[in-house]
Each structure stands twice: as structure tokens, then as C-alpha cells.
């Protein structure tokens, strides 16, 4: 292909990308791939600069703007910027400043994140702001101006005095990660359209005919610069900011100062480290020239500034071929798969698998092995499939088949189930999950289940990690959890990676594991859907293992957090035969629980016979009319056992005739006297002892953990604020009590400085526990 010919070809995908990233807000392909294809495109013309033309992609920024939005022109263009993606890229672009103002010493330049949103322009004319417009083409964008004033953060009047007659603000549209999250889930539940990325979310979200839509999205801008100004404002960029900030236009609270390039390269490795914890996407840090006068001197290239240069970060974002898709089997049975994929870095990390969660995602993504995709990795998260390319299915593309065995143990594998409670009624439908029937007769179920046992917020069995599991389980030393207990030295001392020392240390370590809480030991046993706190939650209020194994349904959903759905998942986990196996096996082997003791006094007598009646579910009683039926019957046997007559008086017929049809069910008088005898019981009835509760001083209160705490580890901290009554959260709002932040604190304690909220380091935090009466 001759370079004519390339360049041709280049221009008319370049084109057509940008149409569907800034027309469309619908890209199909990741940033990285569009810039690959662009550098190669500016490289072609730079080889060949007779071929340059005026409507090339490289001559200009963007797309169109949409002909259901008038035109704004200009007055200033929006220029985009140049990128480097190494580190000596940077240096050469520092290189060419120092050369361009011919100036001894380091260059002084301002830094700021790249936001990943959309381009505006604000228009203030005598403080008011008058209109808004995208960037378009950086000469000619769309009037945005309705939805602009939709936007929270931006004031539609300036605050103080001395602003210039006509001052155009430039910056960025986007939308948080908590922001993003929110409206896919609100997007999800009402049938609407769900967003691939909080970029694309801003972008689609600005760009609605219907201003009212825009309003209703969680979008937030933040400015980095100026277009046409009618007077001088500073002398510096940083002082143009500082001066934004100060008439009410959000600014960057990264926003630093950096003299010469190697504080620029610690800054941009500063934010890369923290990139994961902002609370917002970024896709690199902006380095400008920070004299006004010296971007004045350095002057511009065709389609962006000398004085100023994006250092992108890896890309989050990449295309590569799917070329199978493989199960796997989890510790509840979930059958689940998983994209092989063609290898490719992303994010600096080379990928060749990905998550797709489920069948039904694999049918909302449209997927078949040999498909091009989109795969995202932002941080540790795992690698997950975005997009389909469809433009770029191959004719064999093959669609993805769910196994009728399991591929590990040969067991059925079968569709969930999922089980809708309400109103004394159970709906049944098609779950997304297929699952392995096998339990721990299944390797690999048996193998994560150990797994998750031995874990460190589990038992803590220091000395055993997935290979370790992995070999007791194939060579048959252990089928349960509780067969570690009665592993000996000489089966052990001769697998890989063990040896007299290592194996001594884990038998110890076993040993150690004997005397866990309650909540560690409830945790550990991996029911479905109970995570730590729940576990916690199960183990503070009931008090002993015995109660937590026999507790109804309608009983735990009087615990703090635990619904019903979740209640029918505990009971049922206990109320397998395999399963009491187990726990009993463990607790022969000479297992300890710790804080076992009575109810939680809050729980004593706190239930009512009304209440009760009320979590029967009984159509068309309430509250309200369960109230009525007690006070007008007094007691369970005499609801049971009374007539038409008698419920009518108490209730409205159609409510009577509900009640007679639900205990006219033998099933159902005998679940309602279970209930009250295990209320009895466990203290929790009406007619029990009342204690007196008293309040744990933390009680009521939140509190946030950030940094590294160097005399306890955070779990520890945790633990010891949860004793103290407190909630720990894992992030920091109005609601937020106190702070505890350590070394290496970053957004969450700027955000607790924001608000006010009080903060102690960890010296102050121990001296504090100290005057509770918790030692460290």
C-alpha cells in the first residue's frame, strides 16, 4: 500500500471515530487504538507533507457539532494538546521549551490532572454567565447553554467584584465514580441505557436536547483555563486559576506548582499512584508553561500550544481478540465464564483474560468467540469485557455455549433459581448463575472454599495460599475444612514448598486457628451472600454459634441489615445436612469460639405479637392491621383459632378472610408457633425478661480510616472502633464523625479538611482508645 493510499485510509477511520466519539458519544474503539492511528497518520504527513490538506484530522480538534444544537463560533480556538507517553517524552518536550525561551535555570510549570470528561466553554459577560459551548471542531462547537446552568458547580453569577466585562472560562464536564455508578444503577432499574465509562456518561448526559434530563444527571465541571478575555487577569496560569477560584469557578484540588521537569515527573508519579483512590477518572496529568509571557514567546503549532503537553498514563482501555471462552467453577458452584483473550497491556499490565461475569452479561454484550472487544483494567480490579466491535466480527465468529457438565468434577450443572418472597407468596424465575451440583465433592469448589476458610479475614492460616490448597486437596489430604485440623507433619513435609521449618510453622499456625471469634468463624464458613459484617452483625446480636445455626427466617430479619432474602440464605445454608457436617467435624476437632455469651440486651424482649404477625406476610395485613388483630384477640392461638365472626370485628372483611385462608394452612400454624417458641426462646419474646442496654460510647457515631497506620493494621482499628459501638465507613461525608488518617492519607483526608470534620492521627487515635479503656 503506497503511503497515499495509507494516509486515505487512515483519515477516513480517524473520521469516522470521531464522529462516533463526539457525535454519537458512542466510540468503538479505546483512546490508546484512536491514538495509535492519529500518530501514524501525523508521521505519514510529516514524511510526506505535500499530502498535508486542510481537512485532515491532524489540522484540527474534534468532531461536528450536532445539527440539533446551534452553532457557536470561537472567538479564541480550543486547541487540544500534544501527549507524551513516556517519560522521555516529557523530557523532550521540556527540552524544546528550554531551547524555544532560551532562558537559563529550570522552567516553572503548572500541573493539573486530565480529567476525562467533555471540553466547554463558559461565556461570562459582566458576571453573567451567558452562554455555553462544546468544543466541536475548536473553531465552531454546540450551544449548550440551557444544560450548562443545569450543572451544579458552575455559577450562573460570579461571586466579588473586578472580573472583565467578557470572560470566556474553559474546562471540563465530567462525573464522579460514586456520580457514575448512581446512574448506571438508576439506568439499569428503569430499563434506560446504561454507560460503558463516566466519560461517555458526562458526554451523553451534557449533550441531551432536554435540558431537564441533563439537570437529573450528577455532572460537575472543573476549569483549566481561559479562551477570550477582555482584560489581563494575572501574569501566570496558575495566578488565572487562583483568580477563577476566588470569583466561584471550581478549580483543581490537585493544582501544583512544580519547578522543572523532575518535580513535574514526581508529581505525575504522584497521581499515578493515588490515580485509583481519586474520586474522579483521569487518563494522565497536564503540564503548561506557567509564565503567561513564556507561553506568549513559545507560540502555538497548527493544532496545539508549545508551552503545554498531556503525559498520559497507560491505557485503562485496549482492543484485542477473543479467542475462546473457558468456565470456571467458584465456591458456591457458580459456573462461570471467562474471555481468553489474545494478549495486550493495558494499564502496563499484560492481560489474557477477563471476566464476563455471567451468561445473561454475555447476552447484553451480544459476544461470540473470535469478536474483537473493548477490556477494561483500571487498578486491581480484573480485567473486564466493555464493548463488542461489531464492525470487525470475523464470519466464524462463534457463539458462547453454557456446559450441561461441570468441567472440573463432570456433576450437572444447573440454571439458578431465584425465589421472590412476598405477601405470604413465592414467585420463582430464572436466576443468571448456572451452578455446579457437586459441593465439595467438586475440586475446585472444595478448593476455594478452603481457600476462603484459610484466608486472612477468615481463620488467618498464615503458610497457606492457593498452591499450597491446591496440592492437600489433589493428593487427597483434605476434603472439608475441618481435615485440616488432623493434617500431620509427615503428610506435609514433602510437598512443594514445604520443608521441616515451613511445615512446623503451619501445623502451629492450624493449631492457632482453634480460638477465633464468632463473627471470623461465621465468616469463614463462606454462606452464601454473608460477608464480614454480616457475619459480624449475626455474631454481635444472637451471641452464640447455637442460635445462628437454628434461627429462622423471620427471626434474622429482626437483625440489624439482613432481609429476608438473605435471612432464606442463612437458614438455609444451616439447614443442610453436609454442611452441619462440617461445622460439627470442626468443632470435634477442638475448636474454640470466642465472645460466645447471651443475646445482645437490645434484642431482649424486643419484639410484639403485632410485629410478628406482620413478617407472616399475610395479604393484604400490615402493620396496622396486625395491631388491630392482637388488640382485639391477645394471643397467637386465639388468631388461629378464631372464626369469620371474630376477625371481623377486628380487621375489614377482606383482611379477615386473608387471615382465615393463610392459618386454615397447617403449614402456616406451624411456622407461626415455631417463630414464637424460638422468640421464647432466645429471649427475643414479648413476654421475656427486659435488660437494661447499656450504650456503647461510640454508638451512633461514623468513622473513616485512611493511610497507613504503622502500630496496628486498619482491620485491628476497625475492630476496635466496631467494639466501641462506632460504624466504620469507607468513605467521608457531612454524616462522617471522625477521621482517622495516617501516613500516606490522600482524597479522603482533603475531603474530611473540606468539610470540617475532625481528624486525629495515630498517636492521637491510641491515646483516645486508651481514655476508652481498649489498649493497643
Known amino acids: 500500500m503506497t503511503a497515499e493510499s495509507r494516509i486515505h485510509q487512515l483519515r477516513a477511520e480517524l473520521d469516522q471515530h470521531n464522529y462516533r466519539y463526539y457525535v454519537l458519544d458512542e466510540p468503538s474503539v479505546p483512546d490508546a487504538e484512536y491514538d495509535r492511528l492519529f500518530n501514524e497518520l501525523k508521521a505519514l504527513e510529516a514524511e510526506h507533507p505535500h499530502l498535508v490538506t486542510p481537512d485532515s484530522p491532524t489540522q484540527r480538534v474534534g468532531g461536528s457539532a450536532l445539527a440539533a444544537f446551534s452553532q457557536v463560533r470561537h472567538e479564541v480556538p480550543m486547541l487540544s494538546l500534544g501527549n507524551a507517553f513516556e517519560e522521555n517524552d516529557l523530557r523532550e518536550f521540556d527540552r524544546r521549551v528550554v531551547e524555544g525561551l532560551d532562558q537559563p535555570g529550570a522552567v516553572d510549570y503548572s500541573c493539573?490532572?486530565?480529567?476525562?470528561?467533555?471540553?466547554?466553554?463558559?461565556?461570562?459577560?459582566?458576571?453573567?454567565?451567558?452562554?455555553?459551548?462544546?468544543?466541536?471542531?475548536?473553531?465552531?462547537?454546540?450551544?449548550?447553554?440551557?444544560n450548562v446552568r443545569t450543572v451544579r458547580n458552575i455559577p450562573l453569577k460570579l461571586q466579588g467584584s473586578g472580573w472583565p466585562a467578557v470572560l470566556e472560562v474553559r474546562g471540563e464536564v465530567y462525573m464522579s465514580k460514586a456520580g457514575f455508578d448512581r446512574l448506571n444503577a438508576t439506568q439499569a432499574e428503569s430499563g434506560g441505557k446504561t454507560f460503558a465509562n463516566p466519560r461517555n456518561a458526562a458526554a451523553g448526559s451534557l449533550r441531551q436536547l432536554d435540558s431537564k434530563i441533563t439537570a437529573s444527571r450528577p455532572l460537575e465541571f472543573c476549569c483549566y483555563g481561559l479562551g477570550q478575555v477582555s482584560e489581563t487577569i494575572a501574569d501566570s496560569h496558575i495566578g488565572i486559576l487562583e483568580q477563577l477560584k476566588a470569583w466561584g469557578l471550581p478549580i483543581s484540588r490537585e493544582l501544583k506548582h512544580a519547578a522543572g521537569i523532575e518535580e513535574c515527573l514526581a508529581y505525575y508519579q504522584d497521581i499515578g499512584a493515588r490515580r485509583n483512590d481519586l474520586p474522579y477518572?483521569?487518563?494522565?496529568?497536564?503540564?503548561?508553561?506557567?509564565?503567561?509571557?513564556?507561553?506568549?514567546?513559545?507560540?502555538?503549532?497548527?493544532?496545539?500550544?508549545?508551552?503545554?503537553?498531556?503525559?498520559?498514563?497507560?491505557?485503562?482501555?485496549e482492543l484485542t481478540e477473543v479467542l475462546d471462552v473457558e468456565f470456571q467453577v467458584g465456591r458456591t458452584g457458580a459456573v462461570t465464564p471467562v474471555a481468553r483473550l489474545k494478549p495486550v497491556k493495558v494499564a502496563g499490565v499484560t492481560v489474557s483474560n477477563a471476566t464476563l461475569h455471567n451468561m445473561d452479561e454475555v447476552a447484553r454484550l451480544g459476544l461470540r468467540i473470535g469478536d474483537t472487544v473493548i477490556i477494561r483494567r483500571a487498578g486491581d480490579v480484573i480485567p473486564q469485557v466493555m464493548q463488542v466491535v461489531l464492525e470487525r466480527r470475523p464470519d466464524d465468529a462463534r457463539p458462547v455455549q453454557v456446559p450441561t457438565a461441570c468441567p472440573v468434577c463432570g456433576s450437572q450443572v444447573e440454571r439458578t433459581q431465584l425465589i421472590k418472597r412476598s405477601k405470604g407468596k413465592e414467585t420463582t424465575s430464572e436466576g443468571a448463575v448456572y451452578r455446579c451440583v457437586g459441593r465439595l465433592a467438586c475440586a475446585a469448589q472444595l478448593k476455594q472454599a478452603i481457600i476462603h476458610y484459610v484466608s486472612r479475614r477468615a481463620m488467618d492460616i498464615d503458610g497457606l495460599g492457593e498452591k499450597s490448597v491446591e496440592q492437600l486437596v489433589d493428593e487427597g489430604l483434605i476434603r472439608s475444612p475441618a481435615d485440616l485440623y488432623s493434617l500431620t507433619f509427615e503428610q506435609i513435609v514433602d510437598l512443594e514448598g514445604f520443608a521441616e521449618v515451613s511445615s512446623n510453622k503451619l501445623l502451629e499456625a492450624i493449631k492457632d486457628s482453634k480460638r477465633p471469634s464468632l463473627a471470623r468463624f461465621i465468616y469463614a464458613l463462606g454462606i452464601?451472600?454473608?460477608?464480614?459484617?454480616?457475619?459480624?452483625?449475626?455474631?454481635?446480636?444472637?451471641?452464640?454459634?447455637?442460635?445462628?445455626?437454628?434461627?429462622?427466617?423471620?427471626?434474622?430479619?429482626?437483625?440489624?441489615?439482613?432481609?429476608?432474602?438473605?435471612?432464606?440464605?442463612?437458614?438455609?445454608?444451616?439447614?443442610?445436612?453436609?454442611?452441619?457436617?462440617?461445622i460439627q467435624q470442626l468443632l470435634d476437632s477442638g475448636m474454640q469460639l470466642q465472645d460466645e455469651g447471651d443475646l445482645a440486651p437490645e434484642f431482649a424482649a424486643s419484639t410484639t405479637l403485632a410485629g410478628m404477625i406482620a413478617k407472616l406476610d399475610i395479604a393484604s395485613v400490615g402493620p396496622t392491621g396486625a395491631e388491630k388483630l392482637v388488640a382485639k384477640l391477645g394471643s397467637l392461638e386465639q388468631i388461629i383459632a378464631a372464626d369469620g365472626i371474630d376477625l371481623r370485628q377486628a380487621l375489614a372483611a377482606k383482611q379477615a378472610e386473608a387471615v382465615r385462608e393463610f392459618f386454615k394452612v397447617e403449614a402456616n400454624q406451624q411456622l407461626a408457633r415455631a417463630i414464637e417458641a424460638q422468640l421464647r426462646e432466645f429471649g427475643m419474646h414479648w413476654e421475656s425478661e427486659k435488660k437494661v442496654v447499656e450504650g456503647l460510647p461510640l454508638a451512633g457515631q461514623t468513622w473513616v480510616l485512611t493511610g497507613s497506620l504503622e502500630r496496628m493494621s486498619r482491620d485491628i482499628a476497625k475492630d476496635k472502633l466496631e467494639s466501641l459501638g462506632a460504624k466504620v465507613a469507607g468513605s467521608v461525608s457531612g454524616k462522617t464523625h471522625c477521621v482517622v488518617a495516617g501516613p500516606g492519607a490522600g482524597s479522603k483526608l482533603a475531603k474530611a479538611s473540606e468539610l470540617g470534620v475532625k481528624v486525629l492521627d495515630e498517636d492521637a487515635f491510641i491515646v483516645f482508645l486508651g481514655e476508652q479503656g481498649i489498649s493497643v
Open 528 to 582: 452464601p451472600d454473608v460477608g464480614e459484617e454480616t457475619a459480624k452483625v449475626l455474631a454481635r446480636s444472637l451471641g452464640s454459634l447455637a442460635r445462628v445455626q437454628v434461627a429462622l427466617p423471620q427471626i434474622l430479619t429482626y437483625l440489624p441489615d439482613i432481609g429476608l432474602e438473605v435471612a432464606h440464605e442463612i437458614h438455609n445454608f444451616f439447614e443442610d445436612a453436609h454442611n452441619r457436617d462440617v
Open 281 to 317: 477518572e483521569i487518563d494522565g496529568v497536564v503540564f503548561k508553561v506557567n509564565s503567561l509571557a513564556s507561553q506568549r514567546e513559545l507560540g502555538f503549532r497548527a493544532r496545539e500550544p508549545r508551552w503545554a503537553i498531556a503525559h498520559k498514563f497507560p491505557a485503562l482501555e
Open 112 to 146: 493539573e490532572p486530565k480529567l476525562d470528561g467533555l471540553a466547554v466553554s463558559l461565556l461570562y459577560r459582566d458576571g453573567q454567565l451567558v452562554q455555553g459551548a462544546t468544543r466541536g471542531d475548536g473553531s465552531t462547537g454546540e450551544d449548550i447553554s440551557s
